[in-house]
């Protein structure tokens, strides 16, 4: 039975990745003439950002100063991200989960401030029954401790829950968990290669509660294998 939806934050709830991206990319080529390629990015999405520090550093050399960055960064960030919409879909899964009476969560690797603040600005942070963050976690995604944390904030199992996620990363973090995910890649995100997932939407206007709640209704190995169209 579907008991809870758990939802990343970061290029799900709002388009935060891109603007990251564009960030890290306009300062390195403006400090170290460098060119970051998106696929290179996509180590640290969904995690955080020391992974891409570590590539970067193996890339150009250990002058690349992450604290200085952080520093310059913040700033422009918080600016460009104030005023950024909800993804699409998003707040209609939200209000509809919660009139089927489905617990929901933040299952996200950075810490509690931004996606509360982001979600208060919204009008969505009343929806929301828990927070799983990087603050109550040793190990973030990819690691299952995030999910499993949410799952035990919510008081349900992680079979009951289901994921809802954009990255590689967070996709491997919730299978480790053992749940089922909903992936929506973004625009940066789609260039992941993603191990397999129980559904992938382009959009979470797609999602159609009523067929997951059905399959829910079954096993989990029956429900993935009718989804492979396969018979058993």
Same mark, same amino acid.
């Given at each position: 039975m579907l008991k809870a939806l758990i939802f990343d934050f970061d290029g799900v709830i709002v388009d935060t990745e891109t603007q990251w991206y564009e960030i890290y990319r306009d300062w390195l080529k403006e400090e170290y003439d460098y060119d970051l390629d998106i696929r290179?990015?996509?180590?640290?999405v969904g995690s955080n950002s020391q992974r891409l520090f570590a590539f970067l550093w193996e890339a150009i050399g250990p002058e690349v100063d992450g604290e200085a960055f952080e520093r310059s960064a913040t700033e422009e960030f918080i600016r460009r991200s104030s005023v950024l919409p909800p993804m699409e879909g998003v707040t209609e899964l939200i209000k509809e989960a919660k009139r089927r009476g489905m617990k929901l969560a933040i299952a996200t690797s950075a810490t509690r401030k931004k996606p509360e $603040?982001? #979600?208060?600005?919204l009008g969505l942070l009343e929806y929301f029954d828990a927070f799983s963050t990087a603050e109550l976690c040793k190990n973030i995604k990819p690691a299952p401790d995030i999910f499993l944390k949410? $799952?035990? #904030?919510?008081?349900?199992?992680?079979?009951?829950?289901?994921?809802v996620e954009d990255s590689g990363n967070g996709l491997t973090s919730a299978n480790r968990a053992g749940m089922r995910c909903l992936l929506v890649p973004n625009q940066i995100t789609r260039h992941c290669e993603f191990e397999p997932c129980y559904k992938r939407v382009e959009s979470l206007a797609d999602v159609n509660l009523d067929e997951i709640e059905k399959d829910f209704g079954q096993p989990q190995e029956n429900a993935a294998a009718q989804e492979r169209g396969t018979e058993l």
């Open positions: 290179d990015y996509l180590v640290c $603040a982001h #979600l208060k600005r949410a $799952a035990e #904030l919510l008081g349900v199992t992680p079979a009951e829950c289901l994921a």
